[in-house]
Nanobody, 119 residues
Framework: QVQLVESGGGLVQAGGSLRLSCAAS????????MGWYRRAPGKQRDLVAT???????DYADSVKGRFTISRDSAKNTVYLQMNSLAPEDTAVYYC?????????????WGQGTQVTVSS
């Protein structure tokens, strides 16, 4: 089993910044992809950003140029630096990790951290 523990959410004014962290622990063989998704009130969970083991990144169009994803593979940790936050960024943010073992992979999710941006 793998656990993902998120931190760094909170309340911030529009234009402000927050940094989310997510640390993976447990029965980790190799983490291929880590990332962040979010669910705004009344909406489905959507991709925010992902980063591969080779540090290739992918971002939702809505966050490009404002958010930066990074990872510390030695610590099995992924970060999301969020700048120029807007009220529409308000959501529960979920950490994601794809753990790869010989011949199989498993997807894991964190419990979520609330980000609220006030106007």
């Amino acid at each position: 089993q793998v656990q993902l523990v998120e931190s760094g959410g909170g309340l911030v004014q529009a234009g402000g910044s927050l940094r989310l962290s997510c640390a993976a622990s447990g029965n980790i063989f190799s983490i291929d992809v880590m990332g962040w998704y979010r669910r705004a009130p009344g909406k489905q969970r959507d991709l925010v950003a992902t980063i591969t083991k080779g540090d290739s990144t992918d971002y939702a169009d809505s966050v490009k140029g404002r958010f930066t994803i990074s990872r510390d593979s030695a610590k099995n940790t992924v970060y999301l630096q969020m700048n120029s936050l807007a009220p529409e960024d308000t959501a529960v943010y979920y950490c994601y990790a794809r753990v790869v073992r010989p011949g199989e992979f498993f997807d894991y999710w964190g419990q979520g951290t609330q980000v609220t941006v006030s106007s």
